[in-house]
């Protein structure tokens, strides 16, 4: 028999081991709970998920999450855009079948937000493709990701790829950017940039060399809504059946049905191949299904003929979209010759204009486009994205003010406006007006990006990483888009993969100013500066030899990067003579040009005899300079390249011999909300020299704040006191035998 103390130290044990279980339980639950590992963020077309618990497949929404296990198929004119919770972007083309096995959690924005489950987190993802095509980037390099095939397996390793498997189950797998290792049971292959590896059922893997990789990344790739199927149901002939042909051909494509379409033209092609109809009909199926490449060689032949017009503008579109911006604004020319009557050809020539940086040309076309078409909504959004982009802010709102009441949910009309309200620092409004925009269309890319803007703007960087990642998943080849990606990137100190996102940018749009610019203030930052001014003389050769850069278009104004000081790296080089000559050049074209002064003020700053100079530069530079966190910043940390809230400072002591001492301390900071940057400081300096009167103490203390009520009015509030007392000024102060003589301090209070 038990005694009743050990009845109850037995009892105790049991309480604690229940605790202990229970509490395993817990960790276990939470562990091995079911978390989403992908999020969808567009659908075109007829998209089925089928997930563990059911085996029915089910019609996929919009946002909707999904789990490890789940499987995703898209029917025959259908595609889908997966944000995935490794970090991967995920599109998924036509005809394909997917699992999701398993997906790491690793996601920067999942662990900015503290939701990772320390410990338990798989560093590995499956992704099992069964048939069909898909494209991935990641640039996480947390994680190992493995992508299956029937025939061959990749690893993907901050890679971007695309990989398809073909009818007769050979799979291509074309490597856009990085490096793969593919293998099967016959072999392994390491495949790099611009290789592509050929898989082949029950033989050993080959790989070749690509003179170019467009052509398998064309259907990512997003066209501009100018031209429709509908529009080409002008199309006639003297013959009615042929009519009736094209007719029921455009309105299958009308109806998203190309297979139907492609069916329809075989027929029409019997009786009528030679008719200029039927070729362009065949050329505007390539364009519908994507195969921009093969469509346009087809329009290529119909420039001169009765189609003339519509097959140049169609050409137009193509070469925009193909980044072939040249030949855009020849076929767009093209257009207008043979359609000088046409707003659509007029509104496609002011695209090319824009990719090409011809900006006052670009407003000149459009402008032409709304004389001949006042209500055109296209033309009155690209017209005021224009003079968004030029910084002629009340103008963009009145334009795009007269498009939102001719189509008040037009998408690209609601998503300017929200950039406009974010230019006007209304964070709510922006905020609503991105998100109705994707409400409309939910593969809008640049409302993606308006969002991450305005969570910058709150200091929300997880979901901010979200966002902007998902506008370049909707875009992967955009440049502009890439090119904030690497910012933010950067912003989250992943600094390799931020200047391999830029060269990327670089590599898409050579003419763009924007990424050598991000990438000479990331080198500045990794002290690399001899190669930060060469990224620094690229963009100012691409942005008309100006001294202070940044992208002839930007929806965001790019106000940060503008208070950006860029004159050290020319300083610290011994070259400021040359960043002088740059930044008075720079001043001499924009006198208004904040960044200009800032510069000019940094290259006064360690030159002898300009302190005023200097100081008259930095006040006129603070003065136009819009209020952000690097309205105050001393650039001594990593420099933020949004505008977001914070607050940062360095301090400094120094301690001598003779006893000198001194020492200063600078806090700097922004309010978003209140639109106010600010800026406090004190400094003391104190030295006894090696006798008694040879003193010197300086006290001083400074208050900067720089508010902008309206987007168009600032305040700059300066404010300082400093104290200095010197002794024997006056005096000889050098002799050893000098007598003390108090008579000889003198007291300064400014």
Known sequence: MLSAKHCYLHFQDSISKSIVICFLLFVCASAFAADPVAKIISINGNVEVRNNVTSNWLVAKVNQSLFAGDEIRTGANSKIALLMADETLLQINRNSKLQLKEVAQTSGWIKLRGLIKTGLTKAKSIYNLESGEIWLRNKNTEIHLDVNTPVVSAGIRGTEINLKINPDQSVNIVVLEGMIEAWNPLGKLNVSEGEEVIAKPGAALVKRLLIETKSSVQWVLDVPALFKANDLASLNSNSNELNNYIQDIVQHLEDNDSASAKQLLAEAKIKYASESQIKLLDAYIDFHDSNYIQAQSKLDNLLTGEQGAIASQLLAITSIVLGENEQAQEAAKNAIAVSPSSPTAHLILSLAYQSLFKIDKAIKAVNK??????????????????????????????????????????SSALTLSGFIALAERDLIEAEQLFRQSLNEKPDSADAYLGLSLVHMRHGLYGEALEEITAAVLLEPQRSLLLSYWGKMLYQIQRFNKALDVLQRAMQLDPNDPTPELYRAIILRDLNRPVESIAALNRASALNHYRGVYRSNYLLDRDLAVKNVNLSDLYVQLGLDSWAQKKAIDAIKQDYTNSSAHIFYAGTMFEQEDRTYVFQSEQLLARLLQPANLNSFNSFNDYTSLFEEPGIEGNTSITYGSQKSLDGDLTVYGYLPDKNIAWQAGVLHEETDGWRTTNFEKINSVAVNTKWEPTVEDGVMFTASHTTLKQGDENFPRFEFDTPVDTAEQTRTKV
Do not use: C, M, Y
């Open 369 to 410: 486009a709304l004389e001949l078409d006042e209500n055109n909504v296209n033309a009155l959004v690209q017209l005021a994205k224009l003079q968004f982009g030029s910084d002629h802010l009340l103008d963009a709102r009145e334009t795009i003010t007269k498009a939102r009441t001719i189509l008040p949910f037009d």
